[in-house]
């Protein structure tokens, strides 16, 4: 992580299921301790990923309904694969977009290691 740009360590945060290991690795780092922007990134990269977890794991089980054409639950991850990308071309474009409820959790995370 010595020559990684911010913007890169924020990207990295986001890219569909092996992101989460970046964004670990962020918030160890000393090297982005200090940086505000990328801490948020990494943070709301950790929740995109602990949501698609609940989806997997505890929807999913609940509502398989044999016969449907669409399984439910891939809907909603579609929708977080759709919402890593989104956040990957706005981390790329260099804006901070916070996400309703996620962006409001990984503040609250920021806001407790001041």
Known sequence: MGQMSSRTASLLCY????????????LASARFRHEYNVRFNAFQGLYLFVGWLIIDWVVSPFFFIPGMPV???????????????????????????????????????????R
């Open 71 to 113: 399984h439910f639950p891939n809907v909603f991850k579609l929708g977080m694969f759709l919402l890593w990308i989104f956040m990957m071309i706005k981390v790329n474009q260099g804006e901070t977009y916070r996400l309703p409820v996620v962006g409001e959790l990984a503040e609250r995370s920021l806001a407790e290691q």
């Open 15 to 26: 890219i569909p299921m092996v992101g989460w290991i970046f964004a670990i690795v962020v």
